[in-house]
Every structure is written in C-alpha cells, then in structure tokens.
C-alpha cells in the first residue's frame, strides 16, 4: 500500500461522515507506539519478548530465506503478515506497533529530526516525495522493530510490507 493509495482512502473515508480521518505524525505515531514506556520497545527492553507484542523475521523465516541473518530469537507463529491483533497490545491498548507492517505517518522524509517541528504536529517541509513509515514489518529484523525505528519510501511506493493506522479528528 503506498502513501498516496493511503491517503485516497483517508479522503474517501472522511467523506463518509463521522468525522475526519488522518495519519499520524511521527512524533504521534512513536508516542502512542511506546505506550507510556520508555525502553526499546513498549514492552521494555527485551528482544526475546518481540514475539508476544508483533509479528516479527523470526526463526521460521529464517528457515524460508536462510540468507536473513537478522531474524529475532523468538518465535511468532507467522511467516509473512499477520490478522491484526494477533499479539499483546502495548499499555495504551494497541495492537501491531511492532511488526507485521511498516506504518506511514504524515511526514515528509529529513535525515535527522534538527528543525523538527516541536509540538507534535506533522513535518510536512522537505522531501515530501518520500515519507516516513514506523514500526518495522513481518521481514525486518528486531533493530527495525523499536519504537524510535523509522524509515521512508517514495509516496507511490507499494509493497506487501507497508500499511497504516488512522486517527480521528473529531
């Protein structure tokens, strides 16, 4: 699903009626994602514990493409993607924001956070041809799984790894 496929849907859904729909800015997105924690992930710091929160590149993939050298430990149960909701939700009650698929946000890509907006609200300056996506995906390593991973794809980019979660602006 790519950015652009994203936001079609946001605006078909938000003529709807029930309010306007939205992607997260990064900063939303990494705040709701930890779930009032503060370690790696919102669970703590454990990687043997990726498995219980998201699905993840465990040893299941590992044995499917033997080239993955950076599978987590644990295992999940799932090779590719996941229903969601199949894992522990993080203390605010969210599922799937460790794995399973990358996730856009509103945010045009930077290499570093140096003139970020400070109140929370998208970064929408820049390179917006590319976005920022979190949260990792079912064939990413634990590295790509913590809260404060973050990566960019073209804003047509698709793929099998990438989706998004929406908030509601009443």
Known sequence: MSWNDAQAYIQWLSRQGG???RLPSESEWEYAARGGGRGRYSFGDSEGMLCQYGNVADPTARQQFSTWDWTASCGDGELYTSPVGS?????????????NVWEWTEDCDH??????PSDG???TTGDCAVRVS????????????RSSARGGSPTDGRGGT???RLLQDR
């Open 19 to 21: 309010g306007r729909y």
């Open 87 to 99: 894992y522990r939700a993080n203390r605010f009650g969210l599922h799937d924001v460790h794995g």
């Open 111 to 116: 290499d570093s956070y140096a003139g970020a």
């Open 121 to 123: 609200v998208a970064w």
């Open 134 to 145: 979190r949260g990792g995906s079912w064939r990413d390593g634990p590295r790509y799984r």
């Open 162 to 164: 990438v989706g998004f």
